[in-house]
């Protein structure tokens, strides 16, 4: 079974710092996205990462893809209160089309 | 520029009564997929397409029935619904696989 798993589950940080989250798989994924998502809403396309070792920045979001294509990371340096919300990985195995999400990060940032 | 829309927004329901969750979609995309999203979690694939008449089980498919006559919609019914289907459901549209666009959500609760 395909499992895309993401930790930290839950990040409480203050205004001002730096942190970063990780999603990881046994499989190979063709591609990975990350989403956010806020309350009373569907997740909203962030990035997408294709390569291995590939690197794209969104502001003061870094998006890394692993070398294997089976993990990504987001940081997000300076975090502001606006960027709190739920992070979601997601992709689909090479060759398929079944699209899953990561079990999600829930990030607050304090004022 | 209606987009991807849900139906209902909020659904009361009671332990074997039938259900069935709308989604429509005006842009013609070729993929279409249900999700659930229990309290705190990332999202969870119940059924998917490719296109019109086909559909394929996603991750929880038990409970659930989904059909595609037309490109548009992709209802999802729930034959007799349980408790444990209590849970928000989103429905996403994409012409790629890896960009996928949410609708607002339907929250269901099973009584």
């Known amino acids: 079974t395909q499992l895309l798993e993401q930790s930290p589950q839950f990040l409480s940080i203050q205004e001002g710092e730096n942190l970063t989250v990780y999603c990881n798989s046994s499989s190979v994924f063709s591609s990975l996205q990350w989403y956010r998502q806020e309350p009373g809403e569907g997740p909203v396309l962030l990035v997408t990462?294709?390569?291995?070792?590939e690197v794209k920045k969104l502001k003061r979001l870094t998006f890394q893809f692993g070398d294997a294509r089976k993990d990504s990371s987001l940081h997000i340096t300076a975090a502001q209160p606006g960027d709190t919300g739920l992070y979601l990985c997601?992709?689909?195995?090479?060759?398929?089309?079944?699209?899953?999400f990561g079990t999600g990060t829930r990030l607050k940032v304090l004022a | 520029d209606a987009g991807i829309t849900q139906s209902p927004r909020y659904k009361i329901t009671e332990t074997g009564r039938q259900v069935t969750l709308m989604c429509h979609q005006t842009?013609?995309?070729?993929?279409m997929f249900w999700y659930r999203q229990d309290l705190g979690h990332g999202l969870r694939l119940i059924y998917y397409s490719a296109a019109a008449d086909i559909t394929d089980k996603g991750e929880v498919p038990d409970g659930y029935v989904v059909s595609r006559s037309k490109t548009e919609n992709f209802p999802l019914t729930l034959e007799s619904a349980t408790r444990s289907q209590t849970s928000v459901y989103f429905c996403a549209s994409s012409q790629v696989v890896e960009k996928l666009f949410f609708g607002s959500g339907t929250q269901l609760s099973v009584l």
């Open positions: 990462v294709v390569t291995g070792g």
């Open positions: 842009w013609s995309h070729s993929y």
């Open positions: 997601a992709g689909a195995s090479s060759g398929t089309y079944k699209y899953i």
